[in-house]
């Protein structure tokens, strides 16, 4: 019996779904090669639904195809980290200034939830997807369906780049999970007071300090 349409899209959803969260834990390294074949093996799917997914994560920047026709894990570059937070410095601040005039009671408790829980997570790994996860917030509740589309594609990258930052940085987390948590909290306390251009001039200053730290930390990996 042919595989309806709409089965077909949710299982290449599904198989999207799984790869990406792979990729961003670090499973697939950078470099990589992601063949259809193997992974159509891995996961008991056939090959077109593995296709249509690595098209969707080329999209999202977690995969990239090389001038063969190979699909490859991205090793991300300085570069790649100037561009990403050059989006970020505006997508953060128009999210936070929104998010101090439309954020809503459940979303402070999950803010402080999420603060708590950076505080005691021991890997980089558990501090970027917090991190992600808090940043998510602000932004869906700041309310523009166009801003959360530009951050849904970026999410991705920044969780790419972190884990592979850990790769090479072990020591970073324990750096690190204090200062997320302390400028998290500077962030939801400007949200909170309802102030949206406080807001937005702490988120713009929140991911400046990422700036200057990760370029710092991904040269020296290359040393």
């Given at each position: 019996?042919?595989?309806?349409?709409?089965?077909?899209?949710?299982?290449?959803?599904?198989?999207?779904?799984?790869?990406?969260?792979?990729?961003?834990?670090?499973?697939?390294?950078?470099?990589?090669?992601?063949?259809?074949?193997?992974?159509?093996?891995?996961?008991?799917?056939?090959?077109?639904?593995?296709?249509?997914?690595?098209?969707?994560?080329?999209?999202?920047?977690?995969?990239?195809?090389?001038?063969?026709?190979?699909?490859?894990?991205?090793?991300?570059?300085?570069?790649?980290?100037?561009?990403?937070?050059?989006?970020?410095?505006?997508?953060?601040?128009?999210?936070?200034?929104?998010?101090?005039?439309?954020?809503?009671?459940?979303?402070?408790a999950a803010l402080e939830a999420n603060i708590a829980a950076t505080k005691s997570v021991k890997t980089l790994a558990d501090v970027s997807r917090l991190d992600a996860?808090?940043?998510?917030?602000?932004?869906?509740?700041?309310?523009?369906?166009?801003?959360?589309?530009?951050?849904?594609?970026?999410?991705?990258?920044?969780?790419?780049?972190?884990?592979?930052?850990?790769?090479?940085?072990?020591?970073?987390?324990?750096?690190?999970?204090?200062?997320?948590?302390?400028?998290?909290?500077?962030?939801?306390?400007?949200?909170?007071?309802?102030?949206?251009?406080?807001?937005?001039?702490?988120?713009?200053?929140?991911?400046?300090?990422?700036?200057?730290?990760?370029?710092?930390?991904?040269?020296?990996?290359?040393?």
């Amino acid at each position: 019996m042919p595989v309806d349409r709409a089965d077909r899209v949710r299982l290449s959803q599904t198989v999207c779904a799984r790869l990406s969260r792979a990729i961003i834990a670090g499973e697939f390294k950078p470099g990589t090669r992601m063949s259809e074949p193997s992974l159509s093996s891995q996961l008991g799917v056939s090959r077109a639904p593995i296709r249509e997914a690595l098209i969707e994560l080329e999209l999202r920047g977690l995969v990239e195809f090389d001038p063969t026709g190979h699909t490859r894990v991205p090793a991300l570059t300085p570069r790649d980290i100037d561009e990403i937070y050059e989006v970020r410095l505006m997508i953060d601040p128009v999210a936070a200034g929104l998010a101090a005039t439309h954020a809503k009671a459940d979303t402070f408790a999950a803010l402080e939830a999420n603060i708590a829980a950076t505080k005691s997570v021991k890997t980089l790994a558990d501090v970027s997807r917090l991190d992600a996860e808090f940043h998510d917030r602000i932004v869906r509740a700041a309310g523009n369906r166009r801003l959360l589309l530009c951050w849904s594609v970026l999410r991705d990258q920044v969780g790419l780049w972190l884990t592979q930052m850990q790769l090479r940085h072990e020591a970073v987390t324990h750096r690190t999970r204090q200062q997320t948590a302390e400028s998290h909290r500077e962030l939801l306390d400007a949200i909170r007071s309802r102030n949206a251009k406080k807001a937005s001039n702490i988120a713009r200053r929140h991911v400046a300090g990422w700036i200057k730290l990760m370029p710092k930390l991904s040269h020296s990996a290359d040393d």
